[in-house]
T-cell receptor, first 116, second 112 residues
Framework: AQSVTQLDSQVPVFEEAPVELRCNYSSSVSVYLFWYVQYPNQGLQLLLKYLSGSTLVKGINGFEAEFNKSQTSFHLRKPSVHISDTAEYFCAVSPPGSGNTGKLIFGQGTTLQVKP | DTAVSQTPKYLVTQMGNDKSIKCEQNLGHDTMYWYKQDSKKFLKIMFSYNNKELIINETVPNRFSPKSPDKAHLNLHINSLELGDSAVYFC???????????FGPGTRLTVL
């Protein structure tokens, strides 16, 4: 079965420092990949997605992610974080053949804590 | 304007009760979903409806019954509530199943 692993449960970082949140998925075939952000007491918001094409995907709020098929990874990066980036970040995959159902499988989440 | 709304935001109830959570979207989307987020923040899909037709029903106890009266609404009814049902339930919608999903603010259910 398809699975998504977010390698870090918590990532503390100082303001204006770069950050990378790691995500690996289990499938060796084509999948769709997503990063969502959840601010405290709110629903999820899409940061970016990879469907096909360029392996470097740019999203909102200065985030980007790189799809690496050989390593089955989709790590999220931001060159300089702000206090307002403090939130829970979820990596998700849409398994092969699920395009007509919208099924998303989520990782366990990574808490990004930005310190002043 | 709220795109995906859920009511109530908080729900506290006793074991054995029956309760419903309502979801409405004003985005004109054809597909709606219910997710459960447990205390460890793990998110799992429960149900998905496309044009009022059930297309995903993940191994969810049959105490949970989704109902879609029209494309803009997907309600979740839970019978005989158990302690393990305590979680945050999120509704989401998308234009098509393969498109970006927009999430509601969540309903925090606490079963005592």
């Amino acid at each position: 079965a398809q699975s998504v692993t977010q390698l870090d449960s918590q990532v503390p970082v100082f303001e204006e420092a770069p950050v990378e949140l790691r995500c690996n998925y289990s499938s060796s075939v084509s999948v769709y990949l997503f990063w969502y952000v959840q601010y405290p007491n709110q629903g999820l918001q899409l940061l970016l997605k990879y469907l096909s094409g360029s392996t470097l995907v740019k999203g909102i709020n200065g985030f980007e992610a790189e799809f690496n098929k050989s390593q089955t990874s989709f790590h999220l990066r931001k060159p300089s974080v702000h206090i307002s980036d403090t939130a829970e970040y979820f990596c998700a995959v849409s398994p092969p053949g699920s395009g007509n159902t919208g099924k998303l499988i989520f990782g366990q989440g990574t808490t990004l804590q930005v310190k002043p | 304007d709220t795109a995906v709304s859920q009511t109530p935001k908080y729900l506290v109830t006793q074991m054995g009760n029956d309760k419903s959570i309502k979801c409405e979207q004003n985005l004109g989307h054809d597909t709606m979903y219910w997710y459960k987020q447990d205390s460890k923040k793990f998110l799992k899909i429960m149900f998905s409806y496309n044009n009022k037709e059930l297309i995903i029903n993940e191994t969810v106890p049959n105490r949970f019954s989704p109902k879609s009266p029209d494309k803009a609404h997907l309600n979740l009814h839970i019978n005989s509530l158990e302690l393990g049902d305590s979680a945050v339930y999120f509704c989401a919608s998308s234009h098509r199943p393969e498109d970006e999903q927009f999430f509601g603010p969540g309903t925090r259910l606490t079963v005592l």
